[in-house]
């Protein structure tokens, strides 16, 4: 099991690896959660998909089992800053996850990440608990 920090920058030395993070994200939202949201060539991704995040991987033998994007609470791209915020301020249309993020504190400017997206697969013989404290670890 490894863990990749991926960024526009770095992709190119990691083969397939960023194109099966947008996968798993696709297997974890859309078909798992039945949610309704933006894909393409069997890959889940939004308007925070940009060059200012990282993506975290825990992978192995090319199968990603968790992941999660970081984006800076500086990010802009177009009308959009970071989820949670956008969200609050009512940019992303759904009444669920407004409620949802008006309920989460919102990051001070330039103090901090946003960490959106978490997916996760667990093999047989590991707990999504291990994936997340392995993501979060400090």
């Not at 083969?15 to 798993?24: C, K, T």
């Not at 994007?69 to 177009?78: D, E, H, Q, V």
């Amino acid at each position: 099991m490894q863990t990749t920090t991926l960024s526009y920058s770095n992709l190119h030395n990691h083969g397939e690896l960023f194109a099966n993070v947008f996968r798993a994200r696709k297997q974890s939202f859309i078909i798992q959660k039945n949610w309704d949201l933006p894909q393409t060539d069997d890959m889940e991704f939004d308007q925070y998909d940009t060059p200012m995040s990282r993506w975290v991987a825990i992978h192995d033998l090319g199968r990603v089992y968790a992941g999660v994007r970081l984006t800076p609470s500086t990010a802009r791209c177009g009308m959009y800053s970071y989820m949670i915020k956008d969200a609050q301020a009512g940019l992303l249309g759904d009444p669920f996850l407004r409620t949802f993020c008006t309920q989460t504190r919102r990051l001070t400017r330039g103090h901090g990440r946003q960490a959106a997206s978490l997916s996760i697969t667990t093999p047989r013989n590991r707990s999504a608990a291990a994936f997340t404290n392995i993501l979060f670890r400090k």
